[in-house]
């Protein structure tokens, strides 16, 4: 007895000592279509924004009942309608239908051992080629019209009512619900060229074609993973770590102080602390969409930081809590760029007052709840950031796009923790805060010149 134990722990020890990491698990700039990270599908309140409510594509939810009953047969109708235009505009294909079908079909069949490589084993998992291949090749054809007649104005483009084309629009960000570009490649009319205008006129919801663009000029490189992959590439479009503009006008980044020097505690709580400090907030005018657009500038009585605008309605939850699963996949080489930007927006929000700071300064503009409401998601989302550390205290390589944000931060701190800086400001908003207030001061200085003046010419009359 006590030596088959032996043999087991030792046969036990040697697989440990063989023990090495999986090809799959290679982290990577393309990673797999895969399910949201378990940590956050175990927090319900996380997750629910992150499973489709009305249609799916790809393997994840595809044997969803609910989705089938709802969506199936949208894609099939956008699928076929997808075959008879490709049909159309293809040349070989010459209005064959039928031939576009046997072709496009063939085309993922032909490289589906390719294909099923841009997946997750346990997604795939339990799904013969067969199925595989049909449910990529009518997915990627429905996707394909879909992105190319969405248009918000229009939703009868698409046989859809509004709100169905506002769910549907929602559910294809979903990370779960991703369908890899390569596959859209196959499948497009010109085998991938223009996808990137498929892709901006899907982000726009038809804005390009409705306003008769054919192409488009994208003025930075973004990745195409998938389409989550290319709307985040989107609102980032910077190089990563780039370096902020200081507050002198220059863009090098000094190396951030040691851990737990006096620069690095943050004193401040939230907009309204800085507001009292004569710190205001206004929006960037320059890229006013893009998330690294954060500058600070300190002056004598004041200090200003510009912040990029957003918008929160009601697809904001999901995405933006994608984009945190996203950046979380264990095989995804990122500097948790989303993920910093939401700690650095949860840093300055505690409550309605300072969501109502915020749009009043034209960074947000909340569409759709209340501003409590709104300040409660953002610090619901800012709870579990793997970025709240590395915002607030310390610093690493691995979170180098979080250094802007620190930088910022510190530059912030250094203002607001200047006595005679708050002190100056809080003069200013005590007693000028208004125009007239400040000719009463002006009024009531002139006059005790004056009386001043006259005592003195009273004492020391003029000799003649």
Request: include cysteine; hydrophobic fraction near 35%; charged fraction near 20%.
């Amino acid at each position: 007895m006590a030596e088959d134990a032996k043999v087991a722990r030792e046969a036990t020890l040697a697989q440990l000592l063989n023990q090495t990491f999986d090809h799959h698990n290679q982290i990577s700039s393309t990673p797999k279509i895969q399910r949201v990270p378990l940590f956050w599908r175990q927090k319900t309140s996380f997750y629910e924004y992150c499973i489709p409510k009305m249609i799916s594509f790809g393997p994840i939810h595809h044997r969803n009942e609910n989705l089938k009953q709802q969506g199936q047969h949208l894609k099939s109708q956008w699928a076929s309608l997808y075959i008879e235009e490709y049909s159309k505009e293809v040349g070989p294909c010459n209005g064959n239908k039928q031939e576009a079908v046997n072709y496009l079909y063939g085309v993922v069949g032909y490289k589906i051992v390719e294909l099923k490589e841009l997946f997750a084993e346990d997604v795939i998992e339990g799904y013969r080629d067969e199925e595989l291949i049909w449910m990529l090749f009518e997915d990627g054809c429905s996707l394909l019209y879909y992105m190319d007649h969405v248009d918000v104005q229009r939703p009868e483009e698409l046989k859809l009512k509004l709100d169905q084309l506002m769910h549907t629009w929602r559910d294809i960000e979903l990370l779960e619900n991703q369908l890899p570009i390569k596959l859209l490649q196959l499948l497009s009319k010109t085998q991938g060229a223009d996808l990137d205008y498929l892709l901006i006129n899907f982000m726009s919801m038809g804005e390009e074609k409705r306003s008769g663009r054919t192409t488009i000029t994208i003025t930075y490189t973004p990745t195409r993973n998938h389409i989550l992959d290319f709307v985040r590439s989107f609102y980032l479009q910077t190089e990563i770590g780039q370096n902020i503009p200081n507050q002198n006008g220059g863009n090098q980044m000094p190396p951030p102080p040691p851990p737990h020097s006096s620069l690095v505690w943050q004193t401040y709580k939230n907009i309204r602390d800085l507001k009292k400090s004569g710190i205001r907030v206004k929006a960037n005018k320059s890229d006013p969409w893009k998330w690294h657009n954060i500058t600070f500038t300190s002056r004598w009585f004041s200090g200003e930081l510009t912040l990029p605008l957003w918008v929160y309605d009601d697809v904001t939850p999901y995405f933006f809590r994608n984009l945190i699963a996203y950046e979380m996949c264990p095989d995804f080489r990122n500097s948790f760029e989303c993920c910093c930007f939401f700690s650095f927006l949860d840093s300055l929000v505690d409550d309605a007052e300072d969501v109502k700071e915020l749009r009043s300064a034209g960074v947000i503009q909340n569409l759709l709840q209340s501003d409590q409401e709104l300040a409660k998601f953002l610090n619901d989302i800012g709870h579990d950031l793997p970025t709240k550390m590395f915002n607030q205290i310390y610093t690493s390589n691995a979170v180098s796009f979080s250094k802007n944000y620190i930088q910022v931060r510190h530059q912030i701190e250094e203002h607001y923790s200047s006595g005679w800086r708050t002190f100056l400001a809080e003069t200013r908003s005590t007693y000028f805060s208004s125009p007239w207030s400040l000719l009463a001061f002006l009024g009531a200085l002139a006059a005790l010149i004056l009386a001043a003046l006259q005592t003195w010419y009273t004492i020391h009359p003029p000799k003649k």
